[in-house]
Every structure is written in C-alpha cells, then in structure tokens.
C-alpha cells in the first residue's frame, strides 16, 4: 500500500471521542449488575472525576481554538468545532445513563439498609432534626450571595455545588415581577456531602444541597422563596504555562494554579426540571451555550458516592479485600542491600506491596554508609513517608537532590509545598527541565561498601505514592546492575546540569530518542520476521496517539508482523483494516485496579526483549 494512504483520515480515531469511549468503559462498570454495590457507586463516582478533568483541559483547549478561528483538523478530520459537537453529543448521553445508574444503586443499596433518603421523603421528625443541623453547623457558616445587586460579581470556583436561589423581597413600590432577585449559596465544602439521619433501623442519609435548600429560607429571612435548584460550574484550566518565561518558576506555577479560579466556564451542571428564570438566569450570566449545559436527573457531582463506598458496615456490599503480598523476589532475605546485590527484584504492585521502595529509603535515610540519594517526583501521598524519608536524609547530612515536577497537572499546588518542605529540610531541589514536564520514576541510593561505591536503582512504571501503590496497577524495578546504574547516574546529571546526552546502555529517554527508538524497535521486527516464524510485538500502554508509532505499526502489519496491544485509555489506532490493521489486536481493561504499567516486548527472531517505560 502507498505510503500516503498511511496518512487516511478513515485510519486514525480522534483524541477526545477515544477518550469518552474509556470513559464509557468505566461506566460499564458502575452499570454491572455483577460487582458490589459500593464497588459500582465507587465506578459511578469516578465517571464524574474522569470527565471534570476531560473539561476542565480537553474541552477548554478546544473551546479556545474555536473561539480563535482555528479551523485546522485533526488527523481523523475533525475541526475543533466538530469534535465540541461530537464530544457534547457523546457526553450528554453518558451523563443521562450515569444518573440512572446511580438512581438504580442507591435503591438497591436501600434494600441493604443503606439509604439515601430524597427531601421529600424526609419525616417529621428527621426534617425537625436537619432543621436543628442546619441553623446550629451550617447556617453560621454559609455566605449568601446577592450577585445580581452586586457591583463587583464575587468569583465561583469550579467544580464546587452552589443553590440557586429565586426570591421575592416584596418592596413598597415593586410589582410581582420586579420584586423577583436571584441568590446564590455556596455549599460548603467542609463537611462531608451525606448527613447522617436519624432512623430505627438501617443506616440514612440527606444529601447537604437538599439541607441547605430545605432551610434556605432562614438564611434570606424577610423574602419568599419562590424556587431553589442546585448547580455547578466547570471551569477552564488549560492554563498555558511557559516556563522558559518565567523567573521564578515556583512563583508562575502559583499564579498559574490561581488562574484557573478566574477562567471562563465551559460546562453548567443543573439539576434537571429547574426554574426556567433560573436556568436563563445561570445560562446568561455564565454566558453558555445550550450544547454545554447539562441537566441532571439525579446527583450532581458523584464523586461523593466514595464517601458512601468507604462506610464502615458494609463489607458484604465490597469487592473482598485484596492486600498486598511480600515480593516474591524478597522472600527470605532479611536485608535488603543483600537482596538487591544477589539479584534484580520485579515489583508488581498493587499485588505485592509497595513497602520496599519505602523501607529503600527510609534505610538510606538511617544507614550511615549511605553518601547521597536522588529522586525524581512527579506525585506522591498527602502525608508522603517519601517526603519524610528524604528529609530525614538530608538533616543527617546526606547529599540529597530532588527533582520536583511542579508541571504534574492539578497536583502544581501540593508539588510547590512538597519542594519547600524538602529545601527548608536541605535537600538540593531541582523543578525540572524549562519547556519539558519530567515525567520519570527514578531513584538513586549511592552506598559506600568495602571501600568502594555502590550504587541502587529504582526505576518504576508508578508514581512514589504509597497510597495510590495499593490502587494502581504498575511494575518497578530494584538493581545495581552497573549499566543500568551508570545510565541513572548519567539521567540525573542531564536533569540537574549542563550535561549532553550520552550513549545510553539501558534507558532511552525521552523527548530525545525514545520515539525514534520504538520506531526502530518495531522496524526491526519487521525485518527479522518470517512467514513461518512472523515477528511479535505485545505493549501495554495507558493510551496510543502518535502519529508515527501508529503508522510504524500499521506497516509493521502489512508485512505480517502480530501486534497485540494493551490500551487503558486513549487508542487513536484502528485495529482490524484490511490490507492496513488486520494483524493488530486492541484491548482495553478496566477492572478493581488502574491499569498504569506500560510494558513492551519484541520477539525479535527469538531474541526476544523486554522493556518498562514511564511515558506512553
């Protein structure tokens, strides 16, 4: 086949409609009739978290080009303005099939006595009892807000739930209809979403918004409430961060962070059946288009249900639990130095435990062989062990350098606080590489032995998070190996100096050769493959939208090469063409644990090779 007909628009999915697909995919889940109730809500709630971000980032950057003109297509032929309609299309009907997943859980869950009870359902006596909340925990702290009379209209943050409120004042001199003003109330974020209800039996439940809005009228005392309905707002947070610009680049990040606060809107979520003056109220004051505006039958922000799925009492209702084993490769070795120089250790988390990377650190911390330690960070834990342990090092004197990636996006915040805690405790912290985000896994402990260095490696395909070690699936890597131990010693020489690249042993590095050396990978096996024996390429990666790799593979197809590809998310591939894809095979697993791991294997003529990455 021509090499321009590689170039097809028909061989090449979009970016953001692949994504929805996976997105799709975790919904499937939450709409399983197979799994756990709380397992299900706990699926539900990540539907809602996956398509903030989507928003947030993906949409907003469309929005932008089409605000500017940009007419430009992708190379599955959409413009920025197609693929809003096609993606407003797609999301609409996954957020109608996730409200009535939802509705469908909770009155299953109600059957097991966990039950969230609507407001006009509440009794007597537990209206009286969230009356008696309201005014002694909520009302003291809410801040009603007149925007309409307001000279200045005060900020909405995103992603926070708010009650619109319609109100008559009823002054001297005004009509019925003029007397008529829209509030809003924040909800606030502070307490936890479901408030407890007093019952007999079982475990019950009011959802704050339906509390606040129950009792609104003793926080607008003197007005009629003529109706109240909730609403949230998402807003643009593809903030353009360069920083080859910026001279304190600590600085730009948290300006940067409080910029998202002030950008425009690009969705608006509202409960289903509202008021229509508020409606158009809310429609024209966030200036929104009808296709951006998404009526809710049900719970806005699900998310919340995590709050249901983490209750004490309801084990039945949960997948059972799975804890980590000890590391096979560690089994009977006491320490840990000793186990690493007889042998490479694999670590397949969340199936065998995280705790060694941990102890790795905490020891260096402690041994007084240990001369120096250096670390990459792209994310980590609230309360990090990791963090504790390089502090540590670095007030006993250790050299201890780290690179913090400030740019690991929607994390900049707490990645600022993490490397001033780590420079206040001595540690040499480094933000990266200007115009490229570090987005390695990468730890080196350099140990005097006998009178001679030696040198530890960790190199993973996960975060140094030991929380989200028992969430997602990944696979690291403990050696001192001396090759591979030099091309870290060499990685972090080129992050934290002037150094040029070298001649890697083992570690390809990105932006620099790794694209081109997966191209030769893949071209290399369509060299040494055969009728009889054809080449083999198995990756598993989180998602799949390079141009190059993927016409690398499609040609690796037309000469007979088996691809068998492992996808979570994102696959802008199209398996199964004639003539084009018909030897390469997608799938796609969502399961109990985040597919994180990318792997990669080459048959290579029976030569077969093996790789770990942490870009995709």
Request: one cysteine or more; charged letters at 25%.
């Amino acid at each position: 086949m021509a090499k321009d007909v590689l170039k097809s628009t028909e061989l090449y999915i979009n970016r953001e409609l692949s994504w929805l697909e996976f997105n799709d995919r975790v919904l499937r889940e939450g709409l399983n009739p197979e799994l756990p109730l709380l397992e299900r809500a706990k699926f539900l709630g990540i539907v809602s978290s996956n398509l903030d971000e989507f928003f947030m980032v993906r949409v907003a950057g469309l929005m932008q080009q089409r605000a500017a003109g940009v007419r430009r297509r992708d190379f599955s032929g959409l413009s920025p303005a197609a693929q809003l309609a096609r993606i407003s299309e797609r999301a609409h009907t996954m957020a109608a099939e996730q409200s009535e997943g939802i509705t469908a859980v909770l009155g299953l869950l109600e059957e097991h006595g966990l039950c969230v009870v609507s407001r006009e359902r509440w009794t007597d006596g537990q209206r009286q009892h969230l009356g008696r909340h309201f005014a002694r925990e909520v009302l003291p702290i809410l801040t009603p807000l007149a925007i309409q009379e307001l000279d200045s209209v005060p900020l909405l943050p995103g992603l926070q739930l708010y009650i619109a409120v319609l109100l008559r004042r009823g002054e001297k001199g005004e009509g019925k209809a003029e007397g008529r003003r829209v509030a809003v109330v924040p909800v606030p974020t502070q307490f936890q979403r479901f408030v407890l209800l007093p019952t007999e039996e079982g475990t019950h439940f009011a959802c704050l918004e339906d509390v606040i809005a129950d009792n609104v009228d003793l926080v607008f005392p003197g007005c009629d409430i003529l109706a109240t309905t909730c609403f949230r707002i998402t807003r643009d947070a593809d903030v353009d961060l360069r920083d080859d610009d910026a001279g304190d680049l600590l600085h730009a990040i948290e300006e940067a962070v409080l910029a998202r606060r002030r950008r425009a809107a690009v969705r608006l979520e509202i409960t289903a059946g509202a008021h229509r003056l508020l409606r158009k109220w809310l429609t024209d004051w966030l200036a929104m288009r009808s296709d951006d505006i998404y009526e809710i039958d049900g719970m806005l922000d699900a998310t919340a249900l995590w709050q249901l799925s983490g209750l004490e009492g309801f084990d039945k209702l949960r997948s059972p639990d799975w804890p980590p084993q000890p590391p096979r490769d560690l089994i009977g070795w006491d320490d840990l130095w000793e186990a690493i120089q007889n042998h490479d250790v694999m670590l397949f988390h969340p199936y065998e435990s995280f705790d060694p990377v941990v102890q790795l650190l905490e020891r260096a911390a402690n041994d007084p062989d240990v001369l120096a330690i250096k670390q990459t960070l792209y994310r980590t834990s609230g309360d990090s062990p990791i963090i504790r342990a390089l502090e540590k090092a670095a007030q006993s004197g250790k050299e201890v350098t780290v690179l913090v990636e400030l740019k690991a996006r929607f994390d900049e915040a707490r990645n600022v606080n993490w490397a001033r805690r780590l420079e206040d405790a001595g540690c040499h912290v480094i933000y990266g590489i200007a115009n490229y985000k570090t987005h390695s896994k990468a730890l080196l402990v350099v140990r005097r032995e006998s009178g001679r260095i030696r040198r530890y490696v960790h190199l993973a395909t996960g975060n140094y998070n030991d929380k989200t070690a028992r969430l997602y699936s990944d696979t690291g890597l403990l050696t001192c190996d001396r090759d591979m131990a030099t091309d870290v010693a060499s990685f972090f020489n080129l992050l934290t100096g002037y150094s040029e690249t070298v001649g890697w042993s083992k570690l390809t590095i990105a932006p620099t050769g790794l694209r081109q050396r997966f191209i030769d990978l893949i071209g290399r096996e369509v060299q040494v493959s055969t009728p009889d024996r054809p080449g083999l390429i198995i990756a598993k990666v989180n998602s799949l939208q390079d141009t190059e790799i993927i016409r690398a593979l499609y040609r690796a197809s037309q000469a007979g090469v088996k691809v068998q590809l492992n996808v979570r998310g994102i696959c802008c591939l199209r398996p199964g063409i004639k003539g084009v894809s018909e030897n390469i095979e997608v799938t796609s697993i969502i399961d109990r644990f985040l597919e994180h791991a990318r792997i990669f294997y080459f048959r290579n003529g029976g030569h077969e090779e093996v790789y770990l990455g942490s870009a995709d």
